[in-house]
């Protein structure tokens, strides 16, 4: 039973790969900086907020259902359209991701009794495929292809669930790869649809052990700034679920979410209600009285996630431990007095994830950004230490309570995917499926240089780079960041990163607080009113890179995504001169009115309440869009927007991009709209790919007019 899914671990800013060319380059394409200059028109639109005065002269840009706004944000895709596709680079990178994306990729094998389940994009392919495999066959058999799914209806698909029996397959898919979802289950032999559950989001759904139906979290139709509403439901296979009934109401609090996991025996259900990233309570009842809820923790300021087996629960959790551990309790005397820890904390790595299989314990550890993965036995000992080909990532951990197998997926910055099957019982691993890159993976290097924050504290970030490269400034750096919700920098691959590393360039992650690297003291000192911090630590990385000679700030390009959007518009507010370019994926820009669109309610943990005084004040003193100051030259900016994002509202894009360029009128700042897309971007390789494109010709581009500013003018 796989307990990993944490609420807090929620996917920003794509899970595809992204790319850069191999030998772009040249001066920028000759009359381009006569398109610099646009301006938006201002209004005197102002608010006192706990006696602060805030101007606010672009908010009539937050309304994306106008015409005019409509109207405005065409006219700036328009023009950043005809700026990036006519640059030299775009089209040498869009010729190199198709080389490198259009190889496949795989995903985990499930395994179900007596069936094998699997999910895998091959080579040429646009979407993930579902296979499934009698055990006794010698090949897989197709069973789901979106790839065969009308275009036209911009249909994704998010993520699958067998049952337990491998009858049947539940599907999340969306319209444009939004957060609203439906759930399909189809036949688990034919792929033949024979249910829909309406009103889901965020896979949060499971099956009930004989499956007959599925637990899943119900969302209103269209409501995406809170969570007050929803409710855990159960459907059984074949009814209308218009007619499933609640057997969680819902909340009432705007940034609660809740779900259900029922145990594999089909005697317990654990409820998990998440405040934020913050907290988490957590109620257990029995299966067959489903509203008779009993609190197993409530009230505490840490977060958990539990599992039953055997009429044990186990539980990962924070609790008195800010790297981890596990603990365990008895279903007759839940009390926390009585719980026992059976994995306690290690003051070296942090416990990312849990899962039982084979009636074992598989533990996943984060160590200074890459995976650890073990195999304990229920109590805690014995433990196995699995050998993995390097410093990577483990994910898609799957298997069977009652089966020996685990199947996992294995890659890091710069190894291809690959999966293999372990065993549970003796450590024995191979290889099942993989993906060959076209790349010379092993002319690059991985590695962590440390750096100082501002207020002393320490940190690294993760540099890939050629396993030669020289330290002379010369080398363009992509600096990617995020630093929120306690997600740690992941070391998986990436196409581009090997493209951007074949341009001698280095691509850089830097490890920040507010993720979850270091633990949950490390997340709470980057979150809240301690969010400046995360800004601080993004700043000193890339200050020391340039120190030590790896970039300079004329070749430097940051860039983030969703929560790494803010972190990377503050930076560039606060140190413009640090950087030659930025890239915003979907940013915050505006955190005085956050709560007001999209999921914003769901952050108020995570970054404070502008409702509160002392948070307001936080939130005021870094917000990006309230600090861009007219006269400064802030460095070229791309803001790209999706127009069926229904978490992050585009309005912040908007805003900021409009601000930007009445305030630099000589810097280039432009914003793209990203269509049919949701925030975790397209499920297809050829949307992704032109966006990113999109990001790497204009970080290209930035650095080679830089450079040819810079040049000397020859004297005769």
Not at 538 to 553: H, N
Not at 575 to 582: E, I, S
Request: charged share 25%; net charge negative.
């Amino acid at each position: 039973m796989n307990i990993a899914r944490f609420a807090w671990l929620v996917a920003v800013a794509g899970c595809a790969h992204d790319g850069a060319p191999r030998g772009a380059g040249g001066a920028p394409p000759v009359g381009h900086t006569a398109d610099v200059h646009v301006q938006t028109k201002r209004t005197e639109t102002s608010d006192i907020i706990h006696g602060v005065s805030v101007s606010d002269p672009y908010r009539w840009l937050e309304d994306g259902r106008s015409t005019e706004v409509i109207q405005w944000a065409e006219a700036q895709d328009l023009r950043a359209r005809r700026y990036l596709d006519s640059l030299p680079e775009h089209s040498a990178i869009v010729a190199r991701l198709t080389e490198l994306m259009f190889v496949g990729d795989v995903a985990a094998t499930i395994p179900r009794p007596g069936r094998y389940f699997s999910r895998r994009r091959d080579a040429g392919q646009e979407k993930y495929r579902v296979y499934v495999r009698d055990a006794s066959a010698e090949s897989d058999r197709l069973l789901i292809d979106p790839n065969a799914w009308p275009v036209a209806e911009h249909k994704a698909f998010k993520a699958y669930l067998p049952s337990p029996d491998g009858r049947y397959v539940a599907m999340e898919v969306s319209r444009n790869n939004a957060d609203e979802s439906v759930v399909e289950v189809v036949d688990g032999r034919t792929g033949a649809t024979v249910d829909v559950i309406q009103g889901v989001r965020y896979e949060d759904f499971g099956w009930d052990a004989g499956s007959a139906g599925i637990y899943y979290t119900w969302y209103p139709a269209g409501v995406t700034s809170g969570f007050a509403r929803s409710e855990v439901r159960y459907h059984a296979i074949g009814k209308d679920s218009k007619n499933d009934e609640a057997i969680a109401p819902a909340t009432g609090s705007p940034d609660v979410e809740q779900w259900v996991v029922p145990s594999s025996d089909g005697r317990w259900l654990l409820l998990h209600q998440a405040t934020g990233w913050l907290k988490t309570d957590v109620y257990f009842a029995p299966a067959k009285s489903p509203k008779a809820w009993r609190p197993l923790v409530v009230g505490k300021s840490a977060r958990y996630a539990a599992v039953a087996y055997k009429d044990k629960f186990y539980i990962l959790t924070n609790d008195g431990a800010p790297r981890y551990r596990v603990v365990r309790a008895d279903a007759e005397r839940p009390a926390s007095a009585a719980w026992e820890e059976i994995v306690g904390e290690r003051s070296d790595a942090t416990l990312a994830a849990l899962d039982i299989v084979g009636g074992h314990l598989a533990l996943r550890w984060t160590k200074d950004a890459a995976s650890e993965l073990e195999v304990r036995g229920l109590e805690g000992k014995e433990a196995k230490k699995i050998a993995l080909p390097g410093l990577g990532l483990v994910s898609d951990l799957a298997g069977r309570e009652d089966g020996d197998e685990i199947f996992f997926r294995y890659e890091s910055h710069i190894q291809a995917p690959r999966v293999y099957r372990l065993s549970a019982r003796t450590g024995e691993m191979a290889v099942v499926s993989s993906v060959k890159s076209i790349a010379n993976e092993d002319a690059y290097v991985v590695e962590n240089v440390p750096y100082r924050a501002k207020d002393g504290s320490r940190g690294v970030v993760v540099l890939i780079h050629e396993r030669n490269a020289k330290r002379d400034g010369s080398a363009p750096a992509y600096f990617m960041g995020y630093g929120a919700h306690g997600i740690s920098v992941q070391a998986d691959y990436r196409a581009s990163t090997l493209a951007w590393l074949e341009q001698g360039g280095i691509y850089a992650l830097p490890v920040i607080r507010g993720g979850g690297e270091y633990g949950e003291e490390w997340h709470r000192q980057g979150m809240g009113v301690n969010k400046q911090h995360s800004i601080d630590d993004f700043i000193a990385a890339a200050e020391e890179l340039v120190r030590q000679g790896w970039t300079r700030s004329d070749r430097l390009v940051a860039s983030g995504a969703s929560m790494g959007g803010l972190l990377v518009a503050s930076a560039i507010t606060q140190r413009p001169d640090l950087f030659c370019g930025a890239v915003l994926e979907a940013p915050i820009t505006d955190v005085v009115r956050y709560p007001l669109s999209g999921a914003g309610k769901r952050w108020l943990n995570e970054l404070g309440d502008p409702e509160k005084p002392d948070e307001f004040l936080a939130l005021w003193s870094y917000s990006p869009y309230h600090h861009v100051q007219p006269g400064v030259q802030y460095p070229p900016t791309l803001v790209m927007t999706i127009d069926s994002d229904d978490r992050v509202d585009g309005l912040h894009g908007r805003k900021f991009v409009a601000a930007l360029q009445n305030a630099s009128p000589r810097s280039r700042m432009l914003m793209t709209i990203e269509r049919h897309q949701g925030h975790g971007m397209s499920d297809s390789v050829s949307g992704v790919l032109n966006a990113r494109a999109d990001k790497f010709a204009f970080a290209l581009a930035q650095v080679h007019e830089r450079a040819a500013v810079a040049r000397p003018v020859p004297t005769k």
